[in-house]
């Protein structure tokens, strides 16, 4: 996929959104941001995700992570959307600010683009305090998202982010779940890293590098 993708920093650009203009920098800089776009206004899949985005708004908010939508239209159409988003989802309401992009500058740019149907695509960046991009999900226009996926990507990223990438989430995990260490971490460091103990897997391989731990 061409353009900006894992590990690189978001352009610092400009923006007009539904709340104020302002630098994507200066958005990004004190927490995680979970950003994702939409390829136009008042379209049926888009107006059940960003229902379910204000939804579960403090799903996000409790873990100090910022929600930053985009969409393809102007700024008084997003406005206008809005209570038919809100009117669907029963429950949600949009808090979070909405990207405009009416003449599709944005969207190149922070590589949310439907190779496909060459256009703007379904895209959405989890991106860290540090502005770079830490996890992206690239949808057909067929396929609304799994939130409780999204969730359980964050928290691996933040569970991950507080052990200094020394751990990893296995297949499946949710918060509360163990977790696999790096094998890039010896024993010995992960015995200071983990003082309650870990196990590792007796694999037909003998080589032990299946460690899993509580945190």
Request: glycine share 6%; charged share 25%.
């Amino acid at each position: 996929m061409p353009g900006i993708t894992l590990g690189d920093t978001v352009p610092n650009l400009e923006v007009e959104t539904t709340h104020k203009n302002f630098k994507l920098h200066d958005y990004f800089s004190d927490s995680w941001t979970v950003l994702f776009s939409h390829p136009g206004d008042f379209t049926p899949v888009c107006t059940t995700e960003l229902g379910a985005m204000g939804k579960y708004a403090h799903e996000f908010e409790q873990r100090g992570v910022k929600l930053l939508g985009l969409s393809c239209d102007d700024i008084q159409s997003h406005k206008d959307w809005i209570p038919d988003i809100e009117a669907f989802t029963p429950g949600s309401k949009v808090t979070y600010p909405i990207i405009a992009d009416p003449n599709k500058e944005i969207i190149p740019q922070l590589n949310m683009i439907d190779s496909i149907e060459n256009g703007p695509s379904r895209a959405l960046h989890i991106v860290g305090p540090d502005c770079k991009i830490k996890l992206s999900f690239l949808y057909p226009s067929t396929t609304g998202r799994n939130m409780d996926e999204v969730l359980r990507a964050l928290d691996s990223l933040l569970m991950a982010a507080k052990h200094q990438n020394k751990i990893a989430t296995p297949v499946n995990w949710r918060p509360d779940e163990p977790v696999v260490i790096s094998p890039a971490v010896s024993d010995e460091e992960a015995k200071k890293l983990f003082p309650k103990g870990f196990k590792t897997a007796e694999l037909p391989s003998k080589k032990g590098y299946l460690r899993v731990a509580d945190v």
